[in-house]
C-alpha cells in the first residue's frame, strides 16, 4: 500500500478525480474547488423560471443588461446570481386573484357614489312638486267664481281665513237627483254647514264650525239664526255678519252645495265615516248601523245633513260635517288615491264642478287650503265648534243656539280677532 492510501485523511482516487479542476491544475482546496455555498448561473438556467421575474427590457439597443451577482460582478460564473426584487406592493394595492386560464380577475365596481342617489332624490321631490302644483292649477282654472265678498269688511287679522259654507240649495237638482239624495224640493236656500277655517303664517290650522242655527246679529236686520243671513243678502252678508260676529277678518269664500258633498264622495270610491249610534233617519234618507263603515255619496249626504235623528241636534250635526272634511281630505291624500293620477283628476273635476269660490281666490290660496286640510285630516292642526251656552235657547218663538260669549271671543281673539 502506498503512502496515500495509507494516509488516512486522503481521498480515493475516483473522489480526487471529481474534485479536480477540469483545467488539469492541482487542486488547491478553497480557491479552485467547487463552492457549496454558490451556484453558478449554468445550473441555474433551467429553474430561472421559477425563481426570477422576467429581467427588464434593455433601454439600450443592444440587449439585455447582466444581472448582477452576489458580489456585485456582472459575469461572475462562479457566484449566485441576486433575483430582481419583486416590485412592492402597499396594503391596499393587492392584485386580483388569478381567474380562469391564469387571467386576472376584474377589480370589482366602485360603490355609487352618494351623490347619484342625492339627484334622484331631487328629482323625485321636482315631479312630486309638478305634479301637485297641476292638480291644484286645474282646480283653479276650472272651478266656479262668484263676486262673493262685502263692499265693507274690518281690518285684516292674521293669518288666511277661509269661508267654508255648504248650502242646502235644491234649484239645480233635477227630480231624479232629489230623489236620490233625498232632499226634497223645499225653496229657498240657507247654509246647513258653516265653518272658519285659519291657516296661521307659521304654525299649524284651525277648523271652527259655527251651528248654523246660532243666533247672532245681522247686520241691517237686527237678530236670527246665522244662517239666514245667507237667504237674505247672498254670501256678502253671511261674510259680514261672521267677522262682525268674530272679529276675524275673511279672506277667501268657498260654497259647495248638497250634489257636490255626494259627488265628492263618489269621485273617491267612498269615504270612511263613524257614526255613533244606529240611525234611521226619514227626513235625511239616512240608515245606518254604528261602527265605522265605507259611505257613498248619497249616504255620506245624509250623513252630514241629518239633524232631527240626532240627540246634539245642530250641535251634533257640526261634528259630522267635521267628520266628512276630515275623511274627504285623509281619503284624498292617501298614497293609493294620491299617487293615482287617473283617480286624482277624477276627484279633482269633481272638486272643482262642486264647489264655489270668491273672485280672488287663486292658485296659492286653493294650494293653501288643501294643504291645511291634509294637515288636520292627518292630526297637525285643531278641530272644534264655537262654545255654546245653550242649544234650546227660545227666541222669537223660534229654537236657537246661543253662545257662550265670554268663551266664544276668547277662542277667537286666539286666532287674531279683533
Not at 21 to 28: E, H, K, N, R
Amino acid at each position: 500500500m502506498t503512502d496515500k492510501q495509507g494516509d488516512p485523511g486522503a481521498l480515493p482516487p475516483e473522489y480526487e478525480r471529481l474534485l479536480r479542476p477540469p483545467t488539469g491544475d492541482p487542486v488547491i482546496p478553497g480557491r479552485n474547488t467547487p463552492r457549496h455555498d454558490v451556484v453558478s448561473d449554468t445550473a441555474l438556467s433551467d429553474f430561472s423560471d421559477l425563481f426570477r421575474d422576467p429581467p427588464p427590457a434593455s433601454s439600450s439597443a443592444g440587449g439585455t443588461a447582466p444581472a448582477p451577482s452576489a458580489t456585485g460582478r456582472a459575469g461572475d460564473p462562479g457566484a449566485t446570481a441576486v433575483l430582481p426584487p419583486r416590485a412592492s406592493v402597499g396594503p391596499n394595492t393587492t392584485p386580483p386573484p388569478p381567474g380562469p386560464a391564469g387571467r386576472p380577475v376584474a377589480a370589482p365596481a366602485q360603490p355609487r357614489k352618494r351623490g347619484g342617489i342625492k339627484r334622484v332624490l331631487l328629482w323625485v321631490l321636482v315631479g312630486f312638486l309638478v305634479y301637485a302644483a297641476a292638480l291644484v292649477g286645474y282646480f283653479a282654472i276650472n272651478v266656479d267664481k262668484i263676486d262673493a265678498m262685502p263692499a265693507q269688511q274690518i281690518a285684516d287679522t292674521a293669518g288666511s281665513n277661509y269661508l267654508l259654507v255648504g248650502s242646502d240649495g235644491r234649484e239645480e237638482l233635477t227630480r231624479k237627483e232629489q230623489r236620490r239624495l233625498h232632499t226634497g224640493n223645499t225653496d229657498g236656500q240657507r247654509t246647513d254647514t258653516i265653518m272658519l277655517l285659519h291657516v296661521p303664517t307659521i304654525g299649524t290650522p284651525t277648523l271652527i264650525s259655527i251651528p248654523r242655527d246660532s243666533w247672532v246679529p245681522i247686520p241691517g236686520n237686527g237678530s236670527g239664526k246665522i244662517n239666514s243671513a245667507y237667504a237674505i243678502g247672498g254670501p256678502p252678508l253671511l261674510i259680514q255678519t261672521v267677522e262682525d260676529t268674530t272679529g276675524v277678518h275673511i279672506d277667501h269664500y268657498v260654497e259647495i252645495g248638497m250634489l257636490g258633498v255626494a259627488d265628492i264622495a263618489d269621485s273617491l270610491g267612498g269615504v270612511t265615516l263613524c257614526p255613533k249610534d244606529n240611525y234611521d233617519d226619514q227626513n235625511s234618507g239616512l240608515n245606518v248601523k254604528a261602527g265605522c263603515q265605507e259611505m257613498d255619496g248619497p249616504t255620506a249626504l245624509a250623513y252630514v245633513r241629518m239633524r232631527y235623528a240626532d240627540p246634539k241636534g245642530d250641535i251634533g250635526r257640526a261634528e259630522r260635517q267635521q267628520e266628512y272634511v276630515k275623511a274627504v281630505a285623509a281619503k284624498t291624500a292617501n298614497p293609493l288615491t294620491f299617487l293615482n293620477p287617473l283617480k286624482m283628476f277624477s276627484v279633482d273635476r269633481a272638486a272643482a264642478s262642486s264647489l264655489t269660490v270668491d273672485e280672488g281666490t287663486g292658485v296659492i290660496a286653493d294650494g293653501r287650503m288643501a294643504l291645511a286640510l291634509g294637515m288636520i285630516s292627518a292630526g297637525l292642526g285643531e278641530q272644534t265648534t264655537v262654545p255654546i251656552e245653550s242649544d234650546s235657547y227660545w227666541v222669537d218663538g223660534q229654537q236657537a243656539v246661543k253662545w257662550d260669549t265670554p268663551k266664544a271671543l276668547e277662542m277667537f281673539a286666539g286666532i287674531g280677532g279683533a
